[in-house]
């Protein structure tokens, strides 16, 4: 048995959050001098890029001891912009740190990560960081933590620059927020990034919540399996190589072919996903086109969300924003040697199905050694079978459902529930590629027979305004296309098309002389 502490340090854009990380990482003795942001030498901000723009893009993992607990630290973007690779370090947290500044207060961002740290239960403990800077107000902060965040967590006060306050801080969050666990038991443990090594080769960073790994051990990835050929463990400041990894720990493994979410060993239960999937998406283009493909594949695999997907010969990703755009720019130049352009961004758009609608194709009358009928209807997304399990081996039927899916995230079909009505194969000639290859085909006939109505991504918004601004913002959010739902006199939640926000939030400041406050996030499509 031992005492860990997975520790996620979060925040909005420049509340100090990787200072704060440095500050911690200082004085546990981790690193012998304080990094700075703005001179692009911090501890955790290793990307190239990271460096030169001053933010946090990837998520970055310290490790140091406190008494008897070892802490993990992971310092995660602040940028809404990357906020799908905050999500990824949620699945494996076992508290966090919700820095926010003395001078700005809370802000939107804050907001969206401290509703979904109580969503999903994971304790948190509010810092409010740059005490020492004019204009610092820690009782209206205070005031803010407790009404705008509407949380009771224990607030603590004090600069990651001067250093003032921060060894109550870690006193509270390792006596508060560190979990006992054991190396007995199977194996489990989640990938949360995918990094490439020197030699293009992939390495897996997994949070072990059970059991241990060794160099050498053949592991279960899912339905499949994998052996590790090398593992490393983080500890201080890197992480070296190790035989083994245990427990609690975050490890770097090597020779798994993995992607993000996926389990290592014994799987946990379903998390549900918690932040918006992206709502824009634009065509990158490079004279080197297929330089152009395999680098955005391996993007893909450390940013899912990017959703990499064909739409006849261009290749179109997803975005949250425009910085993001500008990173994947940055990214393809520096790590890949490519020069890419742009078309304009544009938003995304999914479809519905109007009724249902039902396909079948039989052996002998398509060109598999396969049968396979299915219905769709409008539900949730599930896979279903009407058909007896055994009536197909179970590599047959994973192949169906993981092709069903692939299809309809491609296709962009949502809220669609699918069922497999007919089965057949013949022995020993069919294989789990047949249905595969038949699958997409059966689908798409069904989904053209239900019929399909295009939906575009709607945001729910918060506003805070002066009270005299009221008439005119109102008549702003009918020129864009929102609905307010429940109105005050300087606040107003309700619904926008998520293509109207940016044009929002230009006209906001000069609609409220710089006063007003726009937070939103994905709610629907419609």
Known sequence: MSRT???????????GKTSLTERLLHTAGVIDALGSVDAGN???????????RGITIKSAVASFTVDDVTVNLIDTPGHPDFIAEVERVLDVLDGAVL????VEGVQAQTRVLMRTLRRLGIPTVVFVNKMDRRGADGPRVARDVAEKLETDAPIFFGSAITGDGVDDLVTAIVRSLAVTVSADGPLSGTVFKVERGTAGEKIALVRLFSGTVRTRDRVRIGDGEGKVTAVAVFEGGSAPRRRVATAGQIAKLWGLDVRIGDTIGAARPNRVHHFARPTLETVVESRDRAALHAAL???AEQDPLINLRLDGDDLVVSLYGEVQREVIEATLALEHGLAVTFRETRTIRVRRLRGVGEAVRFIGANPYPATIGLRVEPGPEEFRLE???GSLPLAFFKAVEESVRDTLSTDRIHDCTVTMTHSGY????SAAGDFRGLAPIVLREAVRRAGTVTCEP???????IPEEALSAVLVALGKVGAVPLTTTSTVLEGQIPAARVHELQRRLPSLTRGEGVLESEFDHYA
């Open 5 to 15: 502490l997975n520790l996620g340090v979060l925040a909005h854009v420049d509340a």
């Open 42 to 52: 911090t501890q955790t901000d290793s990307l190239a890029l990271e460096r030169q």
């Open 99 to 102: 820095v926010v500044s003395a």
């Open 297 to 299: 594949q391996q993007l």
């Open 387 to 389: 058909v007896e399990l």
């Open 426 to 429: 013949y022995s020993p000639v």
């Open 458 to 464: 709607v945001h729910r918004f918060w506003l805070e």
